[in-house]
């Protein structure tokens, strides 16, 4: 679940990049949990990808108010505002959570 370069431009028109920048912290903590709790939580040695986070950050992601209001605000879809934020959070945070 990549962040695409289609994804990143529906984000930024719709004023998201702006939006999660103004909130960086939130996300990034969000996801340095997310990732924290899958290093705990698989076996022994195993790597703990992009896409493992995406999966454990969804459902946190998916209920922020915050989020979900300026989701509305902006006409654009739960599911899939949701999804490109959450490939957005990854994208931005990835050396920080991953100890890159």
Known sequence: MALSLDAEQ?????????FFADHR???LR???DA???LGGSFPPGS???PD??????APIIE??????????ERKMTQKYGTRYFVDL???RTWDEIHGG
Do not use: P, Q
């Open 10 to 18: 529906r984000l930024e028109r719709a004023g998201l990049i702006t």
């Open 25 to 27: 912290d939130t996300w």
């Open 30 to 32: 969000a996801a340095t």
């Open 35 to 37: 990732h924290e709790y």
């Open 47 to 49: 790597t703990v990808r």
């Open 52 to 57: 493992d986070v995406a999966k454990v950050l």
């Open 63 to 72: 209920v922020n108010e915050r989020l979900r209001n300026r989701l509305a």
């Open 89 to 91: 959070i990854i994208d």
